[in-house]
T-cell receptor, first 115, second 110 residues
C-alpha cells in the first residue's frame, strides 16, 4: 500500500507569492493534519481535517489555509509568503480522526524555500 | 509552542552502545509517542505509550513514562549506524494535534 504522498518535494518561491502544497493520505484514512517544521526544531501543528471539516487549528496567521476533498486528499495554501515560511511542511494521516490513541503516518514532506 | 523538551539535544555514541533520550512535557496527556526523522525528511512512528502505561517495548526500543514527573525516556539498545537520526517525542491531548519537542540528534559512530 502507498504511504502518505506529498507534492511537490521541493519548491522555491519569492516573497509575496502564493503556494499550494498537496497531500494524499493512506487509503482508508480520513484524517489529515499539516505540520510546519523549521530547521532545527520540532514540527508545529497547523491544521487538522477530518471528514472534510476543519477540526483543529494551530497558532498560524490567516495567510495559512487548508481544505480536504471528498477523496480525503488535502491542500495547504499559504498566501503572501514571508522568508520565515521557509520550512519543511509535513502531512500526516490517521485512520481515526476523533481517536486519541492512534499513531500518525507522515509523508516525506515538502521543502519550501522562500527567497 | 513546544510542549516537550528532549534531553540531550545531541548525543554521539559508538555502535553497539545503548542510547537514552529523555523527554519532559508540561500538561496532562492521553499518550506520548516517539518518532524518528532521517535527514530532515518524513517522520517515522516508533512507539506509542498511553498515559496509564509505565513501560513499553518494541524490538530494541524501550520507552518508559512517568506521568507524575511528566517525563518519558527512549532507550535504544545495541545501537547501529542506521539508528543515526533525530528523535522526537510528541504528546497528544485530546484527539487533534501532536505537540512535538525539539528533538535529540543521535549519531552512531562506527
Amino acid at each position: 500500500d502507498a504511504g502518505v504522498t506529498q507534492s511537490p518535494t521541493h519548491l522555491i518561491k519569492t516573497r509575496g507569492q502564493h503556494v499550494t502544497l498537496r497531500c494524499s493520505p493512506i487509503s482508508g484514512h480520513k484524517s489529515v493534519s499539516w505540520y510546519q517544521q523549521v530547521l532545527g526544531q520540532g514540527p508545529q501543528f497547523i491544521f487538522q481535517y477530518y471528514e472534510k471539516e476543519e477540526r483543529g487549528r494551530g497558532n498560524f496567521p490567516d495567510r495559512f489555509s487548508a481544505r480536504q476533498f471528498p477523496n480525503y486528499s488535502s491542500e495547504l495554501n499559504v498566501n503572501a509568503l514571508l522568508l520565515g515560511d521557509s520550512a519543511l511542511y509535513l502531512c500526516a494521516s490517521s485512520p481515526i480522526g476523533a481517536g486519541e490513541n492512534t499513531e500518525a503516518f507522515f509523508g516525506q514532506g515538502t521543502r519550501l524555500t522562500v527567497v | 509552542s513546544q510542549q516537550g523538551e528532549e534531553d540531550p539535544q545531541a548525543l554521539s555514541i559508538q555502535e553497539g552502545e545503548n542510547a537514552t533520550m529523555n523527554c519532559s512535557y508540561k500538561t496532562s496527556i492521553n499518550n506520548l509517542q516517539w518518532y524518528r526523522q532521517n535527514s530532515g525528511r518524513g517522520l517515522v512512528h516508533l512507539i506509542l505509550i498511553r498515559s496509564n502505561e509505565r513501560e513499553k517495548h518494541s524490538g530494541r526500543l524501550r520507552v518508559t513514562l512517568d506521568t507524575s514527573k511528566k517525563s518519558s525516556s527512549l532507550l535504544i539498545t545495541a545501537s547501529r549506524a542506521a539508528d543515526t537520526a533525530s528523535y522526537f517525542c510528541a504528546t497528544k491531548r485530546g484527539a487533534q494535534k501532536l505537540v512535538f519537542g525539539q528533538g535529540t540528534r543521535l549519531t552512531i559512530n562506527p
